[in-house]
C-alpha cells in the first residue's frame, strides 16, 4: 500500500511540474503537502496566494489537469 503511495505522489509530482511553469509566469508557484485518500492537499504560494482566481486556478487548472493525469486524484484542496 505505501508504494501504491508513493507512486502516486510521484505521479502528482510529474503533472504539476508540468503545471509549475505556468503559474510561475505569473509569479506564482504550487506546492505539494499531502495526499491523503486521493484528496491532493497543495499551497498556492507567490501571486497566487493573494489572487483573487486563486479558487478558479485550483479547481479549474490545477484539480482537471491532475484528474486527467492522475485518475486516482478524487480532489485537489488549498491548505
Known amino acids: 500500500m505505501k508504494e501504491v503511495r508513493i507512486k502516486m505522489k510521484e505521479k502528482i509530482e ?8 505556468y503559474l510561475q509566469r505569473d509569479g506564482g508557484d504550487v506546492e505539494l503537502v499531502a495526499v491523503e485518500d486521493g484528496v491532493v ?6 501571486a497566487c ?3 483573487p482566481m486563486a479558487t478558479m486556478t485550483l479547481k479549474h487548472g490545477i484539480e482537471r489537469i491532475l484528474k486527467q ?7 485537489v484542496v488549498a491548505v
Open 14 to 21: 510529474a503533472a504539476l511540474d508540468r503545471i509549475r511553469p
Open 41 to 46: 492537499k497543495v499551497r498556492l504560494k507567490g
Open 49 to 51: 496566494s493573494g489572487c
Open 69 to 75: 493525469m492522475v485518475p486516482e486524484v478524487k480532489e
